[in-house]
Nanobody, 124 residues
Framework: QVEVVESGGVSVQSGGSLKLSCSASGDTYTMNTMGWFRQAPGKEREGVAGIDSAGSTSYADIGKGRFTISQAGAKSTIYLQMNSLKPEDTAMYYC??????????????????WGRGTQVTVSS
């Protein structure tokens, strides 16, 4: 059993920065890949960034140059540093964990375990 918990979502003004955190607990020894996804009201869930235990990362175009994904030494904790936030970044942000590796870190269908999400609101 694996539990994934996100934190750090708040309301910020446009242009601001925010750092989200995510920790996976339980049987995490096979959790080699973790990722961030987001879903805005009325829109489909989309991949934001992914990282694996080897340090390989992937970014969606929506966050390139603004968002940075990183992991703690234990590799079951990841972060998403978001800079230059825009109102269109407003969404529920979800963290997910995957058993093993994938060439498609941004594909939500690959992930086995999901957190409940943390809300990010960016006001203009």
């Amino acid at each position: 059993q694996v539990e994934v918990v996100e934190s750090g979502g708040v309301s910020v003004q446009s242009g601001g920065s925010l750092k989200l955190s995510c920790s996976a607990s339980g049987d995490t020894y096979t959790m080699n890949t973790m990722g961030w996804f987001r879903q805005a009201p009325g829109k489909e869930r989309e991949g934001v960034a992914g990282i694996d235990s080897a340090g390989s990362t992937s970014y969606a175009d929506i966050g390139k140059g603004r968002f940075t994904i990183s992991q703690a030494g234990a590799k079951s904790t990841i972060y998403l540093q978001m800079n230059s936030l825009k109102p269109e970044d407003t969404a529920m942000y979800y963290c997910a964990a995957l058993e093993g590796y994938t060439s498609d870190q941004l594909g939500s269908y690959n992930y086995n375990y999901w957190g409940r999400g943390t809300q990010v609101t960016v006001s203009s």
